[in-house]
């Protein structure tokens, strides 16, 4: 099959042309002075990303072993852990937390709706003893976010570390992680950063390294070790094994872009092309997958597929009759979604998801009002509209 002429997925996500240009840097000698300094130039740049003073590790592996390292380094047989659940990400966080022995508590709510803080504030005043708090920042799969700015000073208060799912949030909403008190954050950069996947960009507080440390069950010596990463290499300069290095030349090259752009105008810009998509997809009749746009998220839209319908059926019509590739919902419902993730949230790529997943709509038999549905998306970015660069 051709390739897709555009890639509005939940991530991987389109990289920049300068992202792709950084992947194909030369590979160096991973302790080549040049690439050390790119290494700790990159970690740094991931900090003032993730706004932190705290360590950074820079793990080679897809984000979700960054978060199954985190989740490792933090529990034990019988460590008494709260996991919140608003999606397939958060529910995934507590097999594997179960799986690693822990006494796993959880709230859960409803695939289109978010974890109301009072409920955990509630909770924890409840049951005193929770050592670690788990949270999925943005629930990529249905579209919606969980406000983890409360969650994690009201962990804190309560003398509970936060492990939080921050991979597909950062860069396109606000993310703070020493305001919001966050032991450990994990990013993925192939969402709102743009750029490859491949990496995990973990921050870690010395309270949650002084967890890990005194853990007999946290990984050493392994590919999954946290702490392999703190002691030789943020203590002791040596690479427990090879960092990608390709990946990581990517990783700075996004995170530059990033920077330059400014974290909050990112952030607007994909707030943005989130809030044209929305009205878009409300003014064609069709429903958008989370209970309200308040707690929808701004790096990906997930609508709801009009009965009659399934989500693969629609993503196929639409990749193969349009060229346009656009995400599932991972079996979070029957939903597909539009991603706004690094250059996607940006000009016209809301109108041209709206129109080839309304045309697909459509095509397929439901009712859609497809000009409706460009008119108000148009009407959003137009009142914003900059000149291009
Ligand atoms: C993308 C993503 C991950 C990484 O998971 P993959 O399915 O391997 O891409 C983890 N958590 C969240 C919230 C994500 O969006």
Redesign the pocket.
Known sequence: MRDPEFTLSA?PTAASPGVLAALGSPITYHYDPAFLECFRRTERKVAQILQTANDVVLMQG???LG?EAAARGLVSPGSKVLNLVSGI?GKGMGYWLRDFGADVHEIEVAYNDAVDPAEVERFLAGHPGIEVVAV?H???PSGTYNPVDAIGKIAHAHGALTLV?C??SVGGMPFKADEWELDICVL?PQ?CLGGPPGMSLISVSDDAWKRIRANPAAPRSSFLSLLDWKEQWLEGEKFPYTPSVSDVHGVEAACDELLEEGIDASIRRHELAARATRAGIRAMGIELWPRSEEISAACVTAVAVPDGLTDLQVRAHVRERYGVMISGGQGAGNLVRLGHMGLTASGMYPVVGLAALGRSLADLGAQVEIGAGIEAALEVLAAEAAPVA
Do not use: N, Y
């Open positions: 991530g897809e984000a979700v978060l990400f999925v943005s629930e990529t799912d991979v597909s993925g969402k």
